[in-house]
């Protein structure tokens, strides 16, 4: 079983619906992290929580919400989807030694 | 201004060739972490390596080698022999502490394709 588990693995949704990307671990980390991939532009940093009561925006929180339900839940929420949300997105894991991520496999965005 | 330059977009090579792709960083702390990943076809992100701003050493791992010279802000890969299954993009991050928080996390760069024909 996967360590980082994200749900769903595709979404296709039109413009304007509201969508919850969900991400699942196991490892036991306080930090988890959402990241947007899109082609020529590397992955970039939505939000960031170090712990459960400890949510931060990162550089392209813009249109996005998360949730920490737990420690090992953390949620990333359109409120009401755009076109140019359409990206892969990441979630990740860390123990914070050493900043390395655990990678979930990823969610695949459309928005019509 | 962007933190991580991955200024190759596409590398394409013939099977058994040598590639380097290139990374340089802007920082302004003095301690930080540097990695690269790989994201094969099938889109997972893949750990490659893991260097601290303190330790210069190159490495060598199989037919992958790491050159980090702190000098030029530079922390270049490069596959030895390559092959087919090389075959991915393959990004360089930094971790350094975000300005608004405090907190670490990791600025990826733009990534470099990397194609190796057989």
């Known amino acids: 079983d996967a360590d980082v588990t994200q749900t769903p693995r595709n979404r296709i949704t039109k413009t304007g619906k509201r969508i919850m990307l969900e991400c699942s671990q196991t490892?036991?980390?306080?930090?988890m992290y959402w990241y947007r991939q899109d082609p020529g532009l590397g992955l970039r940093l939505i939000y960031y929580?170090?712990?459960?009561?400890?949510?931060n925006k990162g550089e392209i929180s813009d249109g996005y919400s998360v949730s920490r339900q737990a420690q090992a839940k953390f949620s990333l929420s359109l409120e009401s989807a755009i076109p140019n949300q359409t990206a892969l997105y990441f979630c990740?894991?860390?123990?914070?030694?050493?900043?390395?991520?655990?990678f979930g496999s990823g969610t695949q965005l459309s928005v019509l | 201004a962007q933190k991580v330059t991955q200024a190759q977009t596409e590398i394409s090579v013939v099977e058994k060739e040598d590639v380097t792709l290139d990374c340089v960083y802007e920082t302004r702390d003095t301690t930080y972490y540097l990695f690269w990943y790989k994201q094969p076809p099938s889109g997972e992100l893949v750990f490659l390596i893991r260097r601290n701003s303190f330790d210069e050493q190159n490495e060598i791992s199989g037919r992958y080698s790491w050159n980090f010279q702190k000098s030029t802000s530079s922390f270049n890969f490069t596959i030895t022999a390559s092959q087919v299954v090389d075959s991915a993009v393959y990004f360089c991050a930094l971790s350094e502490r975000l300005r608004d928080t405090g907190r670490r996390a990791l600025t990826f760069g733009s990534g470099t394709r990397l194609q190796v024909q057989p």
């Open positions: 990740a894991t860390s123990d914070g030694s050493g900043e390395k991520l655990f």
């Open positions: 490892k036991g980390h306080d930090r």
């Open positions: 929580s170090f712990d459960v009561k400890d949510i």
